[in-house]
Each structure stands twice: as structure tokens, then as C-alpha cells.
């Protein structure tokens, strides 16, 4: 049994020393490393999503400097935005604010 388990082709590939060392090696890379792959694959993973960070408030500064270009050309845009978010009026004017009301608990 020992001879033809000996003899059997897997063993002979595995007790081949550059197979071993192979094997050794991928292990080592793969662990134990300070730049180990795992390592490597969660930084490849938090580079990304900073790329995807950075892409979003790209998009956002452009996006404001739209609107503060639109506010500083035109003196209509800009009441309307001091109105609208700011709740600015004239002296002789009164300001209702309708929105949601919160929701209330029964006893």
C-alpha cells in the first residue's frame, strides 16, 4: 500500500522540491509579507472608493460654482435664493412657512 500510494502522481508532484518552493512561496506572499496580497487587495479596495469620493465632490464644486455664478449675474436669483433659504422679506411684508408637521404621539 505504502508503494503504490509512493508512486501515485500526486505525491511525485508534491514532494517535487520547486513545487514546494513554490508552494512555500505563494504562502509566504500571500500571508505573511508586510505587502501581502490581502493587505494589497484591501488598499486596491480603499483607493477606489477615495477615487469615488473624490469624483462626487468634484461634481459638487462644480455644481456650486454654477449656482454661485447664477447668483452673482443675476440680482433676481439671488433674492429669490436669500428668500428661499435664509427667509428674508421686505419691512412691509409677512412670511408663512408651510411644510410638514411633525408627527405627534397618541397617548
Known amino acids: 500500500m505504502w508503494n503504490s500510494l509512493k508512486e501515485s502522481r500526486f505525491v511525485k508532484i508534491i514532494s517535487n522540491k520547486y513545487i514546494v518552493a513554490l508552494l ?15 493587505r494589497w487587495a484591501k488598499v486596491n479596495l480603499n483607493i477606489s472608493s477615495q477615487r469615488r469620493e473624490i469624483l462626487h465632490y468634484q461634481r459638487e464644486i462644480k455644481a456650486t460654482e454654477e449656482k454661485l455664478n447664477e447668483l452673482s449675474s443675476n440680482l433676481d436669483s439671488l433674492e429669490k435664493f436669500a428668500r428661499e433659504q435664509y427667509y428674508f422679506h421686505q419691512d412691509d411684508e409677512m412670511i408663512f412657512i408651510v411644510g410638514e408637521s411633525p408627527e405627534t404621539t397618541n397617548p
Open 24 to 38: 512555500i512561496f505563494v504562502v509566504w506572499v500571500t500571508f505573511f509579507d508586510r505587502n501581502n496580497l490581502i
